[in-house]
Structures are given as C-alpha cells and as structure tokens.
C-alpha cells in the first residue's frame, strides 16, 4: 500500500510558473513507476508525465512537452512536476499516482496501469 499526497497547486497567470510535488509513504518508493496526470472539468482524465524508478528516464503528452519537467528524489520519497509557460488550458485538477509494473519496463501512460492515486490538487490558470 502507497499513499500519495499532492501539494502546491495553486493560482498562476498565464506564463507562469508552479511546482506539484506529491509525497509518498508505505512500501518502498523507488519501486514504482510515478505519473503525474491531470483532470479538466467535464473531461476526462488524461496523461501528462511519467517517470522511471531511477528517475533517468521520462515521458510527456504532446501537449506539456518542453513546458513541464517531472523528477523525483526517492531518498525524499517525493515526485515533483516542474510546470512553466503555463496556459489557460493547463486548468484541471493534477493527480500524482504510483505504478506497479513489470520490471522489463520503465514508464507508463496508461491510467489503468497505475495502483495508487493521490487526492489531487486544483491549478487555475487565469488568461
């Protein structure tokens, strides 16, 4: 069992800047695979970052790529989303969220390959 807790949501103009962080307890952190995804109102939940257990190796939807850097320091426990340049459409609600996956590979996109969720934290971007 992995509990996951968001934190720095927030309210940022657009240009703008936020770091996420989402802090992990329970079973040991650097065995899961960590995404970061995102929930707009009256849409679904979509992808917008994933990070391998060492954290050397990341992917990006299309539409966050060169704006929002994922890391992650498993000595902290802790899996951070970097997000600059942000937009309007950048509005929903961020969900942090831990994958136990098979070894043989390093990063998911897939919602439903990942066990734990965190209870996510709101980011407004005003135009």
């Known amino acids: 069992q992995v509990q996951l807790v968001e934190s720095g949501g927030g309210l940022v103009q657009a240009g703008g800047s936020l770091t996420l962080s989402c802090g992990a307890s329970g079973r040991v952190f650097s065995s899961y695979v960590m995404g970061w995804f995102r929930q707009a109102l009256g849409k679904e939940r979509e992808f917008v970052a994933t990070?391998?257990?060492?954290?050397?190796?990341?992917y990006y939807a299309d539409s966050v790529k060169g704006r929002f850097t994922i890391s992650r320091d498993n000595a902290k426990t802790t899996v951070y989303l970097q997000m600059n340049s942000l937009k309007p459409e950048d509005t929903a609600v961020y969900y942090c969220?831990?994958?136990?996956?098979?070894?043989?590979?390093?990063?998911?996109?897939?919602?439903?390959?990942?066990?734990?969720w965190g209870q996510g934290t709101q980011v407004t971007v005003s135009s």
């Open positions: 990070i391998s257990r060492s954290g050397g190796a990341t």
């Open positions: 969220a831990a994958a136990l996956i098979p070894t043989i590979r390093d990063l998911s996109s897939l919602h439903s390959e990942y066990d734990y």
